[in-house]
């Protein structure tokens, strides 16, 4: 009886493949399941072989245990089915070939081998430093120098974490990736909502930036190539600083799952037992769209879309239940609209934070796509 209910377990895990997790307290199993499949299948070959030698509900637990381990492959096969068009895309969107590429790279859109073996990226020590102190704050930023010595392009990454968490640890291994790859790679930190609302966050990247800029010789940061990075909360603070053009030098922006139409967001809440969304937008933006509508506009990257805004690599999970993917969908189109080059990367089975794990199904698809667009705007003229 143990074994089935273990297999009945596993088929429920298993539905976070298709199905968007009901609570924040599943959220973790919607990231590690489609992104960890060979262990939750190993699990089930186990349960399977277990199934085989007993007498009890010995054929309903054969069934069920084929019809989870078949559930369980479907991110890899849907993998290797949107690699399959991701190189032309790409090469579409940004005129990026896998022959441009040169020196530390994901070669392949995904490989079954590198969930084993990894990405090769050898670790790089970073630096702290303290870049502001806004209001008694003490403002940090990790630095993570470049595998490729010289004057290098540089990235900077924000964290998410709803404006109001979180911190520039979050998945660190990206961060060490992209500087194997050859940027000058910073994550900072900034002041958290409520106690410090907008625009504390976005005048803490200008802060960062402008220290970036003052110790470029040393850092040896080309101020003329800068790339932004965020995700979540992360990822609307990026898009609000390259769309608004307060900041030169800046010559894409990839953004993943970020919220980026604000009154849009809180006239269609997330589900309640996700997270009080409309509570998180009070806090981050200081009131209601009716009490302060100019802050919901200001921090909304959706209407600050012209014909000059810097080129954009979307990434979003279908399955994403904190963030809809119909707002990335939304500024796709309005990229397109106003002819800006972009693309959206879209993951079928992805939920919120769906790359923490850079060598599985999605974390291989991102890094390929955000590699290959940084490259395009930072290297492919030079």
């Known amino acids: 009886m143990i074994r089935f209910i273990l297999i009945i377990i596993l088929f429920i895990l298993s539905l976070v493949n298709f199905f968007p997790v009901p609570s924040q307290s599943t959220w973790y199993v919607g990231i590690a399941v489609p992104e960890f499949p060979w262990v939750f299948m ?10 085989w030698y007993s007498k009890k509900l010995r054929m309903a637990s054969l069934i069920v245990s084929v019809i989870t381990f078949v559930i369980l492959t479907s991110p890899i096969v849907r993998a290797y089915n949107v690699g399959s068009h991701l190189s032309e895309d790409l ?3 940004f005129g990026v070939k896998d022959d441009d590429m040169k020196g ?13 073996t990894g990405n090769g990226a050898k670790d790089i020590p970073f630096k702290t430093y303290h870049f502001a102190k806004p ?12 595998a490729i010595p010289g004057v290098r392009p540089c990235l900077i990454v924000v964290h998410g974490g709803s404006w109001k968490r979180g911190d520039n640890s979050e998945i660190a291994a990206a961060n060490n990736y992209f500087a194997n790859a050859g940027y000058q790679v910073a994550t900072i930190n900034y ?3 409520p106690k410090f609302p907008s625009p ?7 802060s960062a930036m402008k220290w970036l800029r003052q110790n470029a010789k040393e850092l040896k940061i080309d101020t003329t190539n800068f790339v932004l990075m965020g995700r979540s909360a992360g990822a609307s603070i990026v898009l609000t600083m390259a769309y ?21 967001s809180y006239k269609n809440p997330d589900n309640p037992l996700i997270m009080d969304s409309r509570e998180v937008q009070r806090d981050f933006l200081g009131g209601t769209p009716e009490e302060v509508p100019e802050r919901y506009i200001a921090e909304s990257p959706l209407f600050h879309i012209n014909s000059k805004t810097t080129s954009t690599l979307l990434a979003h999970g279908c399955l994403d239940a904190h963030v809809w993917h119909i707002q990335s969908e939304m500024m796709k189109k309005e990229l397109d609209k106003h002819h800006v080059k972009n693309y959206l990367l879209t993951i079928p089975w992805g939920t919120h934070g769906f790359e923490y794990n850079l060598n599985g199904p999605a974390g291989q698809l991102s890094m390929y796509s955000v590699e290959r667009f940084f490259y395009s705007v930072t290297q492919m003229k030079k």
């Open 42 to 51: 190993l699990v089930s070959i186990a349960l399977m072989i277990w199934s």
């Open 91 to 93: 090469e579409n969107s």
């Open 104 to 116: 530390f790279h994901q070669e392949k859109p995904f490989s079954f081998l590198q969930m084993f």
């Open 135 to 146: 209001a008694g704050v003490d403002l940090t930023l990790n630095f993570t120098p470049s």
């Open 191 to 193: 002041r958290l909502a």
């Open 200 to 206: 504390a966050q976005q005048e803490d990247l200008h």
């Open 244 to 264: 608004t053009g307060k900041e030169s030098g800046v010559k894409g922006v990839a953004a993943f799952y970020g919220a980026i139409n604000m009154p849009w």
